[in-house]
T-cell receptor, first 113, second 113 residues
């Protein structure tokens, strides 16, 4: 069974701190990795995608990928109360001739003013 | 204004009735997906389609049906055979052709009593 695992949280950080969210996956051939943010009652929103080992930065967000360890993380610098949401990790999986995403259950982040 | 639309936002039905949820995209994306999300749970894939006139079952297809007659449209029918239809239904699309990130519509919250 292909799986994506995340700590459910809640992860609580003070405003201005760095929030670190982690995700591990079981399928060694996965090549594409995504982080989504989902506010309560809303649909998921793509915030980062990463395809190569190393770091990818976009504003306050940094995604880190280590394929050898099957590990992808998301760092949020200078956390703001508006970052309080559930963060979903998704991994691309080949399904025959098709592609689909396998989703983690999400990590709930609370940023305290 | 490009995007994915789902209608309606809230839908109420009596048990035993079939109901069709609409999903339309004007992003020229090849692939479209239907998920359901229950409180405190992750995204579960119902059906997906990589090209027009073709679709595949996801992990929880029983009690649901879809069609993909046009590239822009991927309606989902929740049939009376679905035992627990009350949920938040999310439609997503993806460019395809080597690009796998998914973009979500706003969702339809279905309540069956």
């Amino acid at each position: 069974q292909k799986e994506v695992e995340q700590n459910s949280g809640p992860l609580s950080v003070p405003e201005g701190a760095i929030a670190s969210l982690n995700c591990t996956y079981s399928d060694r051939v996965s090549q594409s990795f995504f982080w989504y943010r989902q506010y309560s009652g809303k649909s998921p929103e793509l915030i980062m995608s990463i395809y190569s080992n190393g770091d990818k930065e976009d504003g306050r967000f940094t995604a880190q990928l280590n394929k050898a360890s099957q590990y992808v993380s998301l760092l949020i610098r200078d956390s703001q109360p508006s970052d309080s949401a559930t963060y979903l990790c998704a991994v691309n999986l080949r399904d025959g001739n098709n592609r689909k995403l396998i989703w983690g259950l999400g990590t709930s982040l609370a940023v305290n003013p | 204004d490009g995007g994915i639309t789902q209608s309606p936002k809230y839908l109420f039905r009596k048990e035993g009735q079939n109901v069709t949820l609409s999903c339309e995209q004007n992003l020229n994306h090849d692939a479209m997906y239907w998920y359901r999300q229950d409180p405190g749970q992750g995204l579960r894939l119902i059906y997906y389609s990589q090209i027009v006139n073709d679709f595949q079952k996801g992990d929880i297809a029983e009690g649901y049906s879809v069609s993909r007659e046009k590239k822009e449209s991927f309606p989902l029918t929740v049939t009376s055979a679905q035992k627990n239809p009350t949920a938040f239904y999310l439609c997503a699309s993806s460019p395809g052709q080597g690009t796998y990130e998914q973009y979500f519509g706003p969702g339809t919250r279905l309540t069956v009593t």
